[in-house]
């Protein structure tokens, strides 16, 4: 048991391929779906919360359908099925089209979460922004959006952490040896060495990616819950005016 699971001569003989090339690849095809999938998701949420119908359907319609599917039948037909029309652009490397896939997924989760956020803003905030004569657009933009999105900071985190986890799914579309992400070359070493230390290395390299975000976002949530501590300690007679205290 010991010996399939946690062979350390089979886990130091992958693990600086896996630092090396998986733990790069992972974090570019984690790292561009994320900020791809943010900008697609807060404009997905902007037009879900708008008056014109002709927004708001697209959106929602949107949204359904990727939240839908599953992430690995998402990356496939668009991974195989787009990269015929897309090869003028692209070539045959699937690496683009892999992180494309990653985004229009994790797109459609995001801009729920932001819709939730920024619903979650009080409406007294957008009648207050009107009020000093900003327009609806302004106000939503400097007001409203930003106090969402720091609503949701916690939620988001947890979607990237998510979306590193499923960049493991970007080998389906069979990427070249040195765009393998931390699950294929585990697999691949496995395979070749017949043992399975080194999915369980790769395994381990996940964890010490998701561990330390997972705490951070536990960190958010308490600030966020507690607000920041107040300078000066509990002496309230710090604050206190002279004339009060005479």
């Known amino acids: 048991m010991t010996e399939t699971f946690f062979s350390w001569s089979h886990i130091a003989e992958v693990l600086p391929e896996l630092l090396r090339t998986g733990l790069v690849n992972t974090l570019i095809l984690a790292g561009a779906s ?3 999938g943010t900008l697609l998701g807060l404009l997905l949420a902007v037009m879900g ?29 668009i991974g195989q099925g787009l990269a015929i029309v897309a090869r003028p652009v692209f070539g045959t490397d699937p690496y683009p089209l892999g992180i494309l896939a990653l985004s229009l997924v994790v797109a459609a989760y995001i801009g729920e979460i932001f819709r939730s956020g920024i619903q979650g803003v009080d409406r007294g905030q957008l009648e207050a ?29 947890n979607q990237f952490i998510a979306l590193i986890k499923d960049s493991s ?15 294929r070359i585990g697999q691949d070493a496995a395979a070749t060495s017949g043992n399975l230390s080194p999915l369980v290395a790769a395994g381990l390299v996940y964890l010490a990616i998701t561990v330390p975000l997972t705490h951070l976002v536990n960190h958010i949530d308490r600030r966020l819950r507690t607000g920041r501590p107040v300078q000066g300690g509990d002496d309230d007679t710090a604050d206190t005016p002279a004339l009060a205290r005479a």
């Open 169 to 183: 799914l970007v080998y389906f579309l069979g990427l070249l040896a040195d765009q393998r992400d931390l699950f």
């Open 49 to 77: 919360l708008s008056t014109t119908r002709w927004l708001r359907w697209p959106a929602r319609v949107y949204t359904d359908l990727f939240r839908g599917l599953p992430a690995i039948v998402t990356i496939l037909l």
């Open 129 to 157: 922004a009107r009020a000093l004569g900003m327009t609806y657009s302004a106000a939503m933009g400097k007001v409203v959006v930003p106090q969402g999105i720091r609503r949701v900071l916690p939620a988001l985190v």
């Open 34 to 36: 994320a900020v791809l």
